[in-house]
């Protein structure tokens, strides 16, 4: 049972647009909410995350917008740059001594010029 | 070298071979991850070691077989795999505390391994 569910899975949007990539979990265990961005050849990195204590977080020209109610959390791209184009994870984590990770299935974005 | 590094970056091996990934954390960290990652799958963690025990095993077939020596290091041992078996392999570390909280994993870049 998959539990983050990430959407669109592939995503193309013009240089300066807003890409906006959703995700929904379903185990209210999860405290911590990563994003990942993952660029050919690479592994995974952090970009931004956010806790459940709060509705917005916010790095440059990325945001996280998280609805605890609802179980969705979303990321925003501001100002979408070619060197943005990559594949992005949501992922969320339980508390615990060490990480244990559920990621999405990944959304590959294309930003072009 | 910095970070996480992964050898070797790509593997082609036939279904009868023995190999084995590698990967070294060069942060200080004392948690150290196997993931396999598949086009359109999510990261399937497989393995996971904490001060070089193993506490996670997510169900994964015993052809393959890791191992912690210490917490710099951890392989992946391989033999008799399976076509359906090609992906990416991920390892990554991150720093364990009693909290569990604001601990990063940093990635390796993976190897690409290709069963025939």
């Known amino acids: 049972q998959q539990q983050v569910k990430q959407s669109p899975q592939s995503l193309i949007v013009q240089k300066g647009g807003i890409s906006i990539i959703n995700c929904a979990y379903e185990n209210t265990a999860f405290d911590y909410f990563p994003w990942y961005q993952q660029f050919p050849g690479k592994g995974p990195a952090l970009l931004i995350a956010?806790?459940?204590?709060?509705s917005e977080k916010k790095e440059g020209r990325f945001t996280i917008s998280f609805n605890k109610s609802a179980k969705q959390f979303s990321l925003h791209i501001m100002d979408s740059q070619p060197g943005d184009s990559a594949t992005y994870f949501c992922a969320a984590r339980r508390n615990g001594g060490y990480q244990k990770v559920t990621f999405g299935t990944g959304t590959k974005l294309q930003v072009i010029p | 070298e910095t970070g996480v590094t992964q050898t070797p970056r790509h593997l082609v091996m036939g279904m009868t071979n023995k190999k084995s990934l590698k990967c070294e954390q060069h942060l200080g960290h004392n948690a150290m991850y196997w993931y396999k990652q598949s086009a359109k799958k999510p990261l399937e963690l497989m393995f996971v070691?904490?001060?070089?025990?193993?506490?996670e095993n997510n169900s994964v077939p015993s052809r393959f077989s890791p191992e912690c020596p210490n917490s710099s290091h951890l392989f992946l041992h391989l033999h008799t795999l399976q076509p359906e078996d090609s992906a990416l392999y991920l390892c990554?570390?991150?720093?364990?505390?009693?909290?569990?909280?604001?601990?990063?994993?940093?990635f390796g870049p993976g190897t690409r391994l290709t069963v025939l």
């Open positions: 956010i806790r459940p204590d709060v």
């Open positions: 990554a570390s991150s720093q364990g505390s009693a909290s569990g909280r604001d601990n990063e994993q940093f």
């Open positions: 070691y904490s001060l070089e025990e193993r506490v």
